[in-house]
Structure formats: structure tokens, C-alpha cells
């Protein structure tokens, strides 16, 4: 694929994830990254991030360019970015991220979503039509510990598919996205391309559908906590249950096993092999206040349950407590 000297990228969401992936691209010499932080803007900006990490070691990753919006991201680097990297979190009752991300987005821009849940794509293919979508899941443990200060463990994965690709153009898209990867694996990020993203995504929310409701509904829990508790865990494992079903209707495919997690029970015994307590992102949100995703981790599954005619009550219970709650402290 024929890229300019240097390709322009921009992370917008500049959180553990956005920050984790923004050093490791940053390595590379053909790519020139900025990022666009919210709450830990200062931090960065001043001093970068300081990371540990057990996969790549410690350093401090001072960005390009910091920015505490896409459009001063636009305004001194130009609108010609060749890919836009989506890092926020997926909050569409609050905002919609497509919108967020629109002043960046040129007629030959990739759209990469690094975002966590089901049915985050639509708002992107429905503002940008004609631009490549790509639909990323990240398998990392990453943690922002304070801003700019992030914790990461022993692996980083990456699978992705092209969310619409007309025949016409899908070489050239699939092109543009092995060009990115590449670039990630260069710097020891190990990626897949896959065909069909889906059965990842799904892969992913049997734990994220799970454990984040619950353990905010917990009060506090780690996730190996909440696998010791014999109720929580049987909690736990329904939910997953409803999450196996759904998925494999939805796609219409098995789950890949990442991790070997191919049931409710490997999932709760995947959990309780992780060595250091594991506190889930809804949590850590519900603690801070702050909107928690409930709709892409809860309510988007539910409306297909409701589609494909899929019975969900554990579901629909962890929505209408998880909605209670951050209701409650944000009145």
C-alpha cells in the first residue's frame, strides 16, 4: 500500500487502553501519533505517561501532540489523518462517540474502534458511510492507576475485522489496515485479522457482560472475590450463560476460546487463575460517579435478545440495578 513518508494517526481517548496502544505505535518509524485526553490532559500534556508494564517494560512515553480536543488535534496538525483511533468510552446515552471524532475524519480515513461492548459500530457506519470502519477487541489488562500513570500486564492482543467492506474496495481497506497492525506487531503487540469480528467481541463480553454489573452491584468486589463467593459465582456463570446463547445466535458462529474460555465454568476458572485482583471499569466508574457503559455492555445485547427471541432474565436484572444505582448518584 503506497502511505505517505510518515502516516498520521490520531488516538482520541487518551485513558489506559488509548494510552497503552498510542506508546507502542509511537515506537514506529512510520507513524507519527497524537492523542486527545480528557480528565488526564494536564498530566499528559506536562509529563507524558509513566508506565509499568510487565510485557514491555517501564519507561515514559511523552506524546507528539496532546490535545484536549479532536478539533485543536485538526487545527494544528491538518485534517489529513490516515487513521482515527477511537479510545473513548462507548457512553452513547451521554454522547455519541461518532460525533466526537467527526472533525478528524477525512474522505480516506481508517475508523479503528478500540471500544469495549455490543453494537458499537452502527453509529459509525451510519455517520461515515464511505470511510473503511474497522472493529477492534482488545484482550489487555490495563489499568490507569492515577492520571497518566498506567499498569500493564505480561500480554497485549488485538483481533479486528473490517466492519463494511464492499468487494470493490475491501483489498485495498485490508491493505490499510495490515499496514497498522504491522506496525503494532513491530513494537510486540501480537494482532489478528479476522473476517468476522463478531465471534471476538462476544468472546470478550462474557466477561465484561458479567463481571463489570455485578461487581458494581457487589459494592466494591475484585473479580477473584467475587468467583470465591459460591452465590456470586453462580450469578456470575448464569449471566454468562445468557451470553454464550446470544452471541452464538447473533453471529451464528462459535466463540474462538481466547484464553480457553469456551464455557461458564473455564470463565470463572480463568478468573480465579489471574494472580492479582482484578477490579472491573463500570466499577471503578460507579466508585468515581462517573456514566458507567451500561448500554453497550447491557442494553444493546438485551434489544437483540428481544430480536432474536432469546430469554435473558439475569440480563435484564443486572440492567435495571446498574441503571438504579448510577441513577441514584448522579441525580
Known sequence: ??????????????????????????????????????????????TGYLITSAQFGSGIYRPKGVYQTVEQAVEAEGPAYDYVIVALKALPNIYD??????????????????????????????????????????????????????RHGGFSLLAAGLHNAPRSVADRYHDKLQFLFSAFESQGVSC??????????????????????????????????????????????????????????????????????????????????????????MLVDSQCKRPMERDVILKNPIALAEKHGVDVPHMRALYALTTMIEEGYTK
Open 1 to 46: 500500500m503506497e502511505l505517505k513518508a510518515r502516516v498520521l494517526i490520531v488516538i482520541v481517548g487518551g485513558g489506559a487502553i488509548g494510552g497503552l496502544f498510542a506508546w507502542r505505535l509511537s515506537l514506529s518509524r512510520d507513524v507519527t501519533v497524537s492523542i486527545v485526553c480528557r480528565s488526564n490532559y494536564t498530566q499528559v500534556k506536562n
Open 97 to 150: 462517540s461518532s460525533e466526537r471524532v467527526a472533525a478528524a475524519v477525512g474522505p480516506n480515513t481508517m475508523i479503528v474502534l478500540f471500544q469495549n461492548g455490543i453494537g458499537i459500530e452502527e453509529p459509525f457506519a451510519k455517520r461515515f458511510p464511505n470511510n473503511p470502519l474497522v472493529s477492534s477487541v482488545s484482550f489487555v489488562s490495563v489499568k490507569q492507576e492515577s492520571p497518566g500513570e498506567l
Open 192 to 281: 489478528m485479522i479476522e473476517a468476522d469480528i463478531q465471534p471476538y467481541r462476544w468472546q470478550k463480553h462474557i466477561l465484561n457482560g458479567s463481571t463489570n454489573p455485578v461487581s458494581v452491584i457487589c459494592g466494591g468486589s475484585s473479580c477473584q472475590e467475587m468467583v470465591n463467593n459460591s452465590h456470586c459465582k453462580w450469578l456470575l456463570e448464569e449471566s454468562m450463560a445468557e451470553i454464550f446463547v446470544l452471541g452464538k445466535i447473533v453471529t451464528g458462529k462459535s466463540f474462538p476460546g481466547v484464553d480457553g474460555i469456551v464455557d461458564p465454568q473455564s470463565a470463572t476458572d480463568y478468573i480465579k487463575s489471574i494472580p492479582v485482583p482484578v477490579y472491573t471499569s
